[in-house]
């Protein structure tokens, strides 16, 4: 996996040639409604499963798979996954293939990523037939690993409804040495709207697993549960929803599904929608109604991802989940189940995004990145008068009141006027005005010192405002806004002040001060020697060449690069945190702003 774009735990990756979050339509190769070749060719589907086991049971079908390959059977040059057919034989019961046979059949087909025959747990099982059904896999997983040859293989986590078994199985299975992970045993969950156990079955493995390894969400159908899914860091989803659907004449869209008898006006827009007319399709004979039931199915299937990867883009997959889940009740339901993980959450959080904070309802106020903002402001002194303000909270003052604001956030000192979300924030109510009269007032000068110090204090910890800022300070304001934006100490350029997000972008004076003054392993990422020496002259650093970082590092936070001896060697951005830097192997992990030796005075 490569790390592309992020939002918190969601997540933009490449991973073989897919863009992740990724939908592999379920292909029945008994029963093909929509050729392979025509889903890459119309739908731009970049991967697809099938089950090994159904191949692996019809003569015929098994010795084509083995002459021609899996890809050329069935004429799909992207990525393949296959399933082993534990579910098959979970629901009906038969046992005729060895968990090797089958792991050496996908091998022979030349399937891409196979899975290995995990065993099933059901939400009504006791707790010890879960343990079992968890040892097995493992035990199964362990010897399938050793025969998977060039074949990528899935470990499949089961557990149940059990958060420990779930957090066992994960702790088992990280050690075999997978190339990705599938969350099983969600099914039955799913098809009873229990979404918030099956949040909890993600959030259990999520906490364990190798964040750099794919995850994958087996039998995840309806669109629906997708966004709350994406949000959590699931990369993967497999569906035969398009086609289930299809035959009982249902249709699939984002809020939910419709009977094609109950539909007058098609919600949302379908390329079929454009060749047929709703009256023409109800009037088709059944297979042909059910091949083009199949595409719309797909359609949205694939809409949705498309909107949930534009989000993460936009950095508003939280606001997106959050008003997605409002569409069931059990989704919402499963939403705030998530929030009572913000703590977790925040860790994976970008230190701002491209959008502002926007408020769907009362849920939105548990959000990480809300956490975040009221932890950090209680290592921020408070100050007895509390007012309210409309904001911009202190643009053309030219003397300014030593106040606190009270927020939707809570109260937040004056001079946090303009970081994120504080600013960029959006709530259905009016801001009111209300500064008494006697206010100790400070001069814009006094007010402007106060407030890059509170800023990096905020930012970078309690003490940095003064390590960055001591000497002789000048700021720099922009002409146009009239805001700050650079900040000259002693002579040096020691920061800039982004207009974004109210955040500095520090410079190497900046990061040498920094670097004095917070003890090692503060704010740094530690790079081997090949590494330091090209970020030295302001190379990005890729993950594979962390060898440790300091375990308060958000996505998006500056951070000193240094080598072994804690020499500093570069200043720049994060884009991961600590485990992810330490597991990927693949990508950039810090972009590099500046270099010992490319600073610029
Ligand atoms: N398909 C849906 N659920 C599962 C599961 O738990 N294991 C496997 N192997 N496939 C599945």
């Not at 098609?266 to 004979?285: A, C, G, Q, T």
């Not at 883009?313 to 339901?333: D, K, Q, S």
């Not at 703590?343 to 959000?367: D, P």
């Amino acid at each position: 996996m490569e790390l592309k774009t992020r939002d918190g735990l969601a997540r933009i990756c490449k991973f073989k040639n897919v863009e992740t979050p990724a939908l592999m339509p379920v292909v029945n190769p008994n029963l093909i409604i929509i050729p392979p070749e025509e889903m890459q060719s119309k739908f731009n589907v970049e991967a697809l499963i099938t089950n090994s086991y159904i191949i692996w049971k019809n003569r015929k079908l098994r010795e084509r798979a083995l002459k021609e390959g899996l890809h050329r059977m069935l004429n799909f040059s992207g990525l393949i996954m296959t399933d082993s057919g534990t579910f098959q034989q979970h629901v009906y019961g038969d046992v005729e293939v060895n968990y090797l046979d089958i792991v050496n059949f996908q091998r022979e087909i030349g399937t891409d990523i196979g899975t290995i025959l995990d065993v099933f747990t059901e939400p009504y099982h006791e707790r010890e037939e879960v343990k079992r059904a968890i040892e097995i896999t493992a035990e199964r997983g362990k010897e399938s690993v050793k025969i998977k040859g060039d074949m990528l293989l899935a470990g499949v986590l089961q557990g149940s409804i059990y958060d420990d078994l779930r957090r066992y199985s994960a702790r088992l299975m990280e050690r075999i040495g997978f190339d990705y992970f599938a969350v099983g045993g969600v099914v039955p969950l799913m098809e009873n709207y229990r979404y918030g156990d099956v949040v909890r079955a993600i959030i259990n493995a999520k906490k364990i697993i190798d964040p750099s390894k794919p995850v994958h969400l087996f039998g995840a159908g309806h669109p629906m549960f997708f966004p709350l899914a994406v949000l959590l860091g699931i990369d993967f989803f497999d569906s035969a929803a398009y086609v289930k659907y299809a035959r009982d004449d249902r249709l699939l869209f984002p809020d939910g599904t419709r009977h094609l008898k109950d539909i007058k006006y098609p919600p949302f827009f379908s390329p079929v929608f454009d060749r047929h007319d709703i009256d023409e399709i109800k009037k088709m004979n059944k297979r042909e109604r059910e091949r083009v039931l199949a595409e719309h199915n797909l359609y949205m299937s694939l809409e949705e991802i498309k909107r949930i990867k534009e989000a993460i883009h936009e950095g508003r997959i939280w606001e997106y989940a959050e008003i997605r889940a409002r569409e069931h009740p059990r989704l919402l339901e499963a939403y705030r189940e998530i929030l009572k993980h913000r703590r977790w959450l925040e860790k994976y959080e970008n230190i701002s995004k491209k959008s502002a904070f926007f408020y769907t309802g009362a849920e939105s106020m548990k959000r990480s990145i809300v956490y975040r903002l009221k932890k950090r402001l209680k290592n921020i002194p408070d100050r007895p008068v509390v007012v309210e303000m409309k904001r911009p909270w202190t643009a053309n003052l030219e003397s300014i009141p030593a106040v606190t604001v009270k927020t939707p956030f809570g109260n937040v000192p004056i001079e946090l006027e303009d970081i994120y979300p504080v600013a960029q924030s959006e709530f259905p109510w009016e801001e009111t005005e209300n500064v008494p009269d006697g206010v100790k007032k400070i001069t814009r000068e006094e007010f402007d010192i106060r407030k890059i110090k509170m800023i990096a204090d905020y930012q970078f910890g309690p003490g940095a405002g003064a390590a960055l800022f001591s000497g002789a300070v000048k700021i720099v304001k922009s002409k146009n806004t009239g805001k700050i934006r650079n900040v000259i100490v002693d002579g040096e350029h020691v920061a800039s002040l982004r207009a974004e997000d109210g955040f500095f972008s520090l410079r190497i004076a900046g990061a040498r001060r920094l670097h004095s003054h917070f003890e090692f392993k503060k704010m740094r990422v530690v790079v081997s020697d090949d590494s330091a020496e090209f970020n030295r002259v302001g190379k990005n650093v890729f993950a594979k060449f962390v060898l440790d970082a300091d375990p308060d590092l958000r996505p998006g936070d500056e951070v000193l690069i240094v080598d072994k001896q804690d020499n500093l060697v570069a200043v720049g951005k994060t884009l991961m945190q600590r485990e992810e830097m330490l597991h990927f192997s693949k990508g950039m992990c810090v972009k590099v702003r500046e270099g010992i030796e490319s600073s610029k005075p």
